[in-house]
């Protein structure tokens, strides 16, 4: 009986390492599974954005698309952006966080009705020549050194109608909280900034009146703290708040190009605040009562008055009856 029990469970053992190694040698990793995965959906989600963007023609005259760093670089360190026309004008933003050479090219799409237009690029008022020209694209190059050379650029095509295409060449844009920071006295605020490049320097300022001030000529040094998670992170912590310090804040950071700001507005309320609606709500309850108290007082004491006039009114009657009857 023995012999026979551990004959089963050698086998059982045996069946569970074939089956162990079939499954490695042909299922793979589930990891690379869940990757390839979202690679799949990712260049889904890709491709609707990239249809989206080129079917504009049923949704408002101008489409702005947030631009990521540069979509590409050739040998030459040109950074390359395309705008693709077909019914719609449309709009790109680019960050510039360093001097930078960036072509500009505005295509028509092949299924666009608009034939044969006349094409012109203007910087504002100021019209600018091809650098390059194919028969449905038309390409210039800008060197930006500086930040006169930061702007909009916008490709005109003219035909029986006209529609554009503009890039917006910019510092890059700062991330944080757009809403009010509402907070409680004697609490802690903390307000965070963020961007996708690494600014050269980051600082914080309140505003004081029409002038924006430093934030340690305005706080003291004990009040707040100024921290650096990363390159591209800054987060400014203020603590035992007070009414004083509540305001409009602004965290600045410091590129090649120029600076770039990101607003935060500060409210700090007293502990009562919450309990306001509360008081009110019983105060209202308070004087309902009252008044249904008072009106059922007043209800009886009517009402005990009139019975003893009737009384009264009855007893006349009847003395007048008998008097009648004498």
Known sequence: MPAT???????????????????????????????????SSQ???NSVTKMQAGHESSGPDVVVQ???????????????????LIGASLEKNISLPSPAKVELT??????????????????????????????????????????SQLGSYTCILKADKEITATFHLQVPKLEGKEKPIITYQGDRAVMVCKTEYDPKGWTWYMTNGT?????????????????????????????????????????????????????????????????????????????????IVLYEVYSKKK??????EFDQIEQLKSEDATGTQK
């Open 5 to 39: 029990f551990s004959g089963r469970c050698l086998k059982r053992l045996l069946l569970l390492l074939l089956l162990l190694l079939c499954t490695s040698l042909s299922g793979g990793n589930p990891a690379d599974t869940a990757m390839t995965t979202q690679d």
């Open 43 to 45: 260049t889904q989600v």
């Open 66 to 84: 947030e631009l990521k760093p540069a979509s590409k670089e050739n040998s030459h360190n040109v950074s390359e952006h395309e705008i693709v």
């Open 106 to 147: 505005c295509k028509l799409d092949e299924n666009s009705n608009l034939k044969n237009p006349q094409v012109t690029w203007k910087r504002g008022s100021e019209t600018i020549s091809h650098t390059s020209k194919t028969q449905n694209s038309w390409t210039i190059q800008v060197t930006v050194s500086d930040s």
């Open 211 to 291: 002038e924006l001030a430093p934030i340690d000529k305005i706080l003291h040094t004990d009040k707040f703290q100024i921290k650096r998670p990363s390159a591209n992170v800054n987060r400014l912590e203020i603590f035992k708040l007070t009414k004083e310090d509540r305001g409009v804040y602004w965290c600045e950071a410091t590129f090649e190009l120029g600076n770039s700001r990101m607003r935060f507005e500060l409210k700090v309320l007293s502990i009562a605040a919450p309990l306001k609606p509360f008081i009110a709500i019983v105060a209202e309850v308070a004087i309902l009562v009252t008044t």
């Open 303 to 308: 009402g005990k008055g009139g019975k003893k």
